[in-house]
Each structure stands twice: as structure tokens, then as C-alpha cells.
């Protein structure tokens, strides 16, 4: 189901005359099945359960340790430090689909937008999202979250970094800056809406999605590099 939903938004995006150059971007590959969670997996899931209860700031290793059946030398074997455990988890749960959800304000119908609400998966990514732009978040977390979100629109675009002059670079954090400001925002939520229907039933989603992609499109127009080509998205009508 979350294949065809997603397969539904790349088309979206392919025909629409102002999202043509986003077709390229390609879908994670799926997980084999397991039998059950991995300690890994067990400590990604205890960093989300506590951050729904508690600041970031307040959560300890000690605590991921036990949320997780794990003991500290575990924790220490697979990360250096709390950082690194909220890096890897912030890195899972922001795949390209998440990322190009938030390129998409106001661009799709109503059935689809209801589909993609009621996704179960969808919708844990996307809290999970609110989470580090809300409350219980922090400075580093929000800069890690907005660093990840730009690698991948920079990846979708087939640019990087370096290729953004100053006044691009800063006309794009502004917008993403006011994009996780908006999600993390509670009245927004107040009536229960789910981030995906915040995000794409909304104007203002809209206006700033719409600032991120001229603006990224006008570079990998302006680039013209083969890797851009091979995507297959930047040639005019």
C-alpha cells in the first residue's frame, strides 16, 4: 500500500509542470522480515519513547538502556554517546519519501492526501518529525533534522551544497526554518490533524514548499550536469 501511495506522489510530482524535476527520486529498499526487533532497533524505539515523554535534554543513557533490555556496554558498543543514537535514529526515520512530503504543500487531491494520512508508517515517520521540532527537541537535534532534510532535497535535486550561492542557501533554510517552525507548532495539531494533512492541505505549507523547489530547480537547471540529465528531469517542453 505504501509503495502505490508513494508511486501516486512521484507521478504527481513527474507531471506537475513546477515539480517535474523531482521524477528521479528513488524509494528506500524495504527490510527483510526478522523475527524481531534487534537490539539496534530496540534502542531507535526507546529514543522515540522517550522523547514523546520527556526534552531531549533529560534522556540518558542509562534510561535508553533499560526502555530497551539492554545494558550500558550494549549501548556503548553500537554508539559513542546519546548523539549518535538520536543521529541513526533521526537518519531511519527520514527517508526521501518523508523529505519530498515536505516539497509537496497543497499539491495533492483530496483522495490521496487521505490515503497518505491514514498510512500507518507515514504517519509514525511524520510524528516523529514533530517530535524533534517540537518541545521536546533541542537546538542540535533541530539542526540535525534541518541538515538531514537538505542532504536529501540536495540528493532529489541531483545538486549539492556548493552549488547553492549565499542569498540561495539562505532563501532555502528560511523556508525549511519556517516549514519545522509550523510543525512544531501544537495549535496546529490541536484537532488531531496528522502532519501529512497539516502539510499538504495547507497554504502556507504551499508558499514555502514553493520557495524550496524554485529555488532548487533554478540551480540544477542552471547546472545542466550529467547527473541532473540522467534523472531525466530538466529538459523543457
Known sequence: MLSQLLGAMTNLLATNDRFDQLRGATLPRPRKDQEGPTAIERMEAAFWDALVE????KITVGEIAQRAHVNKNAF????????????QAID????LEIARLLLLGGQLDSGLLESLTNNPDILKRSNRVRLIAGKHGSR???SLL??????AWFDIFGIDESC????TMMSVKFALGGLLELLGDEELF???ESLPHVILGSKTMEVAATTIVTS?????????SPPWDARGAAHEA
Do not use: F, V
Request: net charge positive; with cysteine; charged share 35%.
Open 190 to 192: 490541536r484537532d488531531d
Open 76 to 87: 556503548y558498543y553500537h554508539y559513542s554517546g546519546l548523539e549518535e543514537l538520536a543521529t
Open 164 to 167: 547553492l550561492d549565499r542569498e
Open 146 to 151: 534541518k541538515s538531514r532534510i537538505l542532504c
Open 54 to 57: 520527556k526534552p531531549y535534554s
Open 216 to 224: 532548487l530547480r533554478r540551480i540544477a537547471k542552471s547546472r545542466a
Open 92 to 95: 531511519n526515520t527520514l527517508p
Open 140 to 142: 542540535e537535534l533541530s
